[in-house]
């Protein structure tokens, strides 16, 4: 079976501090790692992939396969990255998701 | 083009009623999910379509919960004798056949049993 974990329910960081929010995953296989966010008001929506590679809204996650970690990390926090982040795997490209519990994130100004 | 809408956005239904919860997914989208997130939670999946035939449903939570697209496009939810542990938010997803098949989620459906 197939599990996420974010250790923190809640997350409250200073505006231009750096900020990490953690993720586990277990999955025997070769799973695609997802962080979603959704903010304030609005529809959940993806916010990167391990497989592009690519920063987001200054945002990066590298897939550590010996940890089974998917950490997601910022180096200057803003107050519009308030929102709630969610950890998500698969595993494939056409399979249902299998989300974490999610971690309410807050910048203080 | 419009993303992926859920009617109604809000419900409130009595013990046992029985309640229909509709998803229009993007236009094109093969492939649809609902999720079921309870207060608290992340989403949790409940079942899949791709086209009209539903292809995974083992997270329905019990035999009160039956989906259905039948021409492969707008799918319905439907909940019978409704309990207090189904009041959920109710999320829809849908993608499209290709190398990221990502997944675009609706508003939710939030429904409340009283």
């Known amino acids: 079976a197939q599990r996420v974990t974010q250790p923190e329910k809640l997350l409250s960081v200073f505006k231009g501090a750096p900020v990490e929010l953690k993720c586990n995953y277990s999955?025997?296989?070769?799973?695609?790692l997802f962080w979603y966010v959704q903010y304030s008001r609005q529809r959940l929506q993806l916010l990167l992939r391990?497989?592009s590679r690519e920063s987001i809204k200054g945002f990066t996650a590298d897939l550590n396969k010996g940890e089974t970690s998917f950490h997601l990390k910022k180096p200057f926090a803003q107050e519009e990255d308030s929102a709630m982040y969610y950890c998500?795997?698969?595993?494939?490209?056409?399979?249902?998701?299998?989300f974490g519990k999610g971690t309410l994130l807050t910048v203080n100004p | 083009g419009a993303g992926v809408s859920q009617s109604p956005r809000y419900k409130v239904a009595k013990r046992g009623q029985d309640v229909a919860l509709r998803c229009d997914p993007i236009?094109?989208?093969?492939?649809l999910f609902w999720y079921q997130q309870a207060l608290g939670q992340g989403p949790e999946f409940l079942t899949y379509f791709q086209n009209e035939a539903q292809l995974d449903k083992s997270g329905l939570p019990s035999d009160r919960f039956f989906a259905e697209r039948p021409e492969g496009s707008v799918s319905t939810l439907k909940i019978q004798r409704t309990q207090q542990e189904d009041s959920a938010v109710y999320l829809c997803?849908?993608?499209?056949?290709?190398?990221?098949?990502?997944?675009?989620f609706g508003p939710g459906t939030r429904l409340t049993v009283t």
């Open positions: 999955y025997s296989g070769s799973p695609e």
């Open positions: 236009s094109g989208h093969v492939s």
């Open positions: 998500a795997l698969r595993r494939g490209s056409n399979y249902k998701l299998t």
């Open positions: 391990h497989i």
């Open positions: 997803a849908s993608s499209a056949q290709g190398t990221s098949y990502e997944q675009y």
